[in-house]
């Protein structure tokens, strides 16, 4: 059987593939997104062949033209795909057989598609993974900005979900933004990883008997070195996984913010508007305003895990080298990648849009007890062992919840009473809520002026090149 031009096998076949296996096998669909990175690799193995004498002068002008307009035609659309493409490397030598004519033939000598999948899926990632950081630095200013915007304002702290102890509000931006900082450090880490493992010249698994420089290749395509194994080079994709993993846990960050959106943009809250742009109404009830972008980014995070979880599924227990599985290696992280260019920019935006009610969070900062630590260190203060200071001071709450009162309510003499070590304190500042955060200024405390420096630290890290020195390319 001659293989149809669009499959890149088929001389010890007598018969040409079942319709629904060819269908089973189709990628091409899929792949081509990858079409920049396979003719950038066809192109450095075109160097090479002529380097070694496989293709001449002539062969090599002609391949690299007809490159380029296969190019231009994946770019502009007009490239038409046969059913008989099985993937994208059969698509682009059968164009280029129609576009040189045989001279293409030659191009396929000492390559496999398991190198040059290796390779363009690492390309496609170096490209997707800065691109992935970038928006996530977006969602770490939006939030940068909205912590200076709200200064000093104070917020209740939670444990729980309890009322816990006060802190700033800009202090519990800042945490969701660090949180994003380290995510964006895996992204980075790993795609330095990954560029350090060029791939072309493995050949389907050990390389070939050419003579390919495996160096030349990791040169022309901007790797910063070449895997040292050539049969891990097309076995592993540890590098997709460390990624989806990185995508993962972004998004599980990305959906606690998005979850504390929800919660304290209900009525019984009150404590934060979403902007009207970053909230959507109901079909029935004339008087609803939903935080959608909120949920729906909580939400997108259960793809972003099923991505990390299928593609491990896929690899686990695959013998080496190259198996057919590995080619579902690619839904899960172009999903990955399209779901976070869809869901960061819009939480960026709904960060940016946030309008917090200052006083509404500085009552139920102060409220719920929120002081009663307070009380008891100033206690510790005093000589008091804390055991002893933890027990009088919920003794105190329990009696205030009784009467329906808080520890800010008590007139001073009641205070005193209740807790006599406490005579000649500043009772005051004690029960001042803002005064109790300014209190807590550890370097990494919420006292608003250790929050400036660490929104300038932040800062920092935001303006920090996201790629280092070490990429080429
Ligand atoms: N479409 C395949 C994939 O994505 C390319 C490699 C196919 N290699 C093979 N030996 N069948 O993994």
Not at 8 to 30: C, M, N, Q, T, Y
Request: overall charge negative; hydrophobic content about 50%; charged content about 25%.
């Amino acid at each position: 059987m001659t293989a149809p031009r669009g499959q890149l096998w088929g001389g010890r076949f007598a018969e040409a593939p079942a319709a629904a296996a060819a269908a089973l096998g189709r990628s091409v669909d899929v792949d081509v997104r990858l079409w920049p990175y396979d003719i950038a690799g066809s192109r450095a193995h075109a160097g090479q062949l002529h380097r070694l004498g496989v293709l001449d002068a002539a062969a090599l002008r002609a391949i690299l033209e007809g490159l380029g307009s296969v190019a231009a035609e994946l770019a502009s659309g007009a490239f038409v795909f046969l059913d008989d493409d099985e993937d994208l490397h059969g698509a682009v030598e059968r164009r280029l057989l129609e576009l040189c004519g045989p001279v293409a033939g030659r191009l396929r000598a000492g390559r496999s598609r398991n190198d040059q999948i290796a390779s363009d899926l690492r390309l496609y990632l170096r490209d997707a993974i800065a691109a992935t950081a970038a928006g996530v630095r977006a969602v770490q200013r939006a939030l940068a900005d909205k912590a200076a915007e709200v200064g000093d304002c104070v917020a209740p702290g939670y444990t729980h979900l309890q009322r816990a102890q006060p802190v700033t509000l800009a202090h519990a931006l800042l945490a969701h933004a660090w949180a994003l900082d380290r995510d964006v450090g895996r992204l980075v880490d790993g795609r330095r990883r990954l560029l350090a493992g060029s791939t072309l010249g493995a050949g389907a698994l050990a390389g070939n008997t050419l003579g390919t420089d495996p160096g030349a290749y990791a040169a022309a395509l901007g790797f910063t070195g070449v895997a040292a194994n050539s049969m891990d080079a097309v076995a592993d994709r540890d590098f997709a996984v460390e990624f989806l993993a990185a995508a993962a846990l972004l998004g599980v960050h990305l959906s606690r913010l998005g979850e504390e959106i929800v919660v304290f943009s209900s009525v019984e809250f009150g404590w934060v508007r979403v902007d009207d742009a970053f909230s959507t109404g109901s079909s029935i009830m004339p008087q609803k305003r939903n935080p959608d972008v909120a949920e729906l980014v909580r939400g997108k995070t259960g793809r972003l895990v099923g991505d990390l979880v299928a593609l491990l599924v896929t690899l686990k227990g695959l013998p080496l080298t190259y198996n057919r599985d590995l080619q579902e290696d690619k839904q899960p992280v172009f999903d990955a990648v399209d779901t976070l260019a869809l869901v960061l920019p819009a939480v960026a935006g709904m960060v940016a849009s946030l309008r917090f009610d200052r006083e509404r969070l500085a009552a139920a900062a102060g409220g719920g007890f929120a002081l009663a630590t307070d009380l008891a260190e100033e206690l510790v203060r005093r000589g008091v062992a804390f055991r002893d200071a933890h027990e009088r001071v919920g003794a105190l709450v329990a009696s205030c919840e009784q009467r329906g009162v808080d520890l800010g309510d008590l007139a001073a003499e009641e205070l005193v009473a209740a807790l006599p070590d406490l005579a000649g304190a500043d009772l005051g500042g004690l029960v001042d809520v803002g005064a109790a955060v300014g209190r807590r200024d550890a370097v990494f405390g919420p006292a608003p002026d250790r929050v400036a420096a660490q929104l300038q630290r932040l800062r920092a890290s935001l303006d920090a090149p996201l790629n280092g020195a070490e990429e080429k390319g």
